[in-house]
């Protein structure tokens, strides 16, 4: 679902690399970039999710993630019907103000306030699993600990990472250099089922991610595509006014939580 795309991570600190100064590896950078956002304070994100699977049709979705340490949060998905590919449909979010979590569906046009359960200003600690909206310090915590499985190669040695090639993309009408890093489990090559080849366009002097393809093998030699084109990445810079108010849609009506 496009909710899953929640996991997209990016910093902005830069590598220190000169002239004279060793090239860095592939996974020098990943682990620099998984550290530097995993330490982040602030986070705002935007761009694309694709993903398309054999007989499936396509599934995109624009998408805003912004996560405001230690309780605050807006995550919305813009989506396409699933394998349409008309215009995009209206908009979902849940906000997390720090008093209260807010979560609003554009069908029914309702939403619903979910008051929190731990105490105001309270700071979160990962502890894995799925974490209740009641505990939005929680929830935060959670999604800063899943980056760096957006990042393979930096936490399993078993995969072949590799700096496959500098390239430029135009990022809003700007050239910017990438290093493009490849990084597959092994069998990939020989088109085992459940292998992976992922491939990362990682800023040169940012070292942000503008851009992830992934790829697996599925069943009879198919193959499952996810790419992530991301507009904007800001960290620990300063956020929009009111990023995390939310603002209930004309005409909308609160409803009770199921």
């Known amino acids: 679902m496009i909710r899953s795309l929640i996991f997209i991570v990016l910093s902005s600190l830069t590598l220190g690399h000169r002239i004279g100064q060793p090239v860095p590896t592939a996974a020098e950078i990943l682990k620099k970039v998984a550290d530097n956002y995993s330490?982040?304070?602030r986070l705002l994100i935007r761009g694309t999710y694709t993903f398309e699977g054999p007989g499936d049709g396509v599934?995109?979705?624009r998408f805003l993630f912004v996560l405001g340490?230690?309780?605050?949060f807006r995550m919305e998905g813009v989506p396409r019907a699933f394998g349409f590919e008309g215009e995009f449909s209206e908009r979902w979010a849940w906000v997390a103000d720090g008093e209260a979590t807010w979560t609003y569906e554009p069908g029914p046009n309702t939403y619903n306030r979910i008051v929190r359960s731990s105490p105001r200003g309270s700071v979160g600690t990962y502890v894995g699993?799925?974490?209740?909206?009641?505990?939005?310090?929680q929830f935060v915590?959670?999604?800063?600990?899943?980056?760096?499985?957006w990042f393979p190669g930096v936490l399993d040695p078993h995969r072949l990472t590799t700096i496959n090639r500098i390239e430029s993309l135009f990022i809003?009408?700007?050239?910017?250099e990438c290093f493009v890093v490849q990084s597959d489990t092994q069998g990939f090559s020989t088109k085992s089922e459940g292998t992976t080849r992922e491939?990362?366009?990682?800023?040169k002097r940012r070292l942000v991610v503008w851009r992830r393809d992934g790829m697996m093998w599925v069943n009879n030699g198919l193959q499952e595509h996810l790419r992530v084109e991301v507009t904007t990445v800001e960290l620990d810079g300063s956020l929009p006014k009111g990023m995390f108010k939310f603002r209930p849609p004309k005409g909308s009506k609160q409803v009770p939580i199921p």
Not at 69 to 72: C, E, S, T
Not at 199 to 203: G, K, Q, R
Request: proline share 11%; aromatic share 8%; no cysteine.
């Open 172 to 176: 809003k009408e700007w050239q910017v």
């Open 129 to 137: 699993g799925y974490p209740h909206l009641e505990e939005p310090e």
């Open 141 to 149: 915590a959670s999604l800063r600990m899943s980056v760096p499985g």
């Open 39 to 41: 330490k982040a304070q």
């Open 69 to 72: 340490l230690p309780d605050r």
């Open 199 to 203: 491939t990362l366009w990682i800023d």
């Open 59 to 61: 599934e995109s979705s």
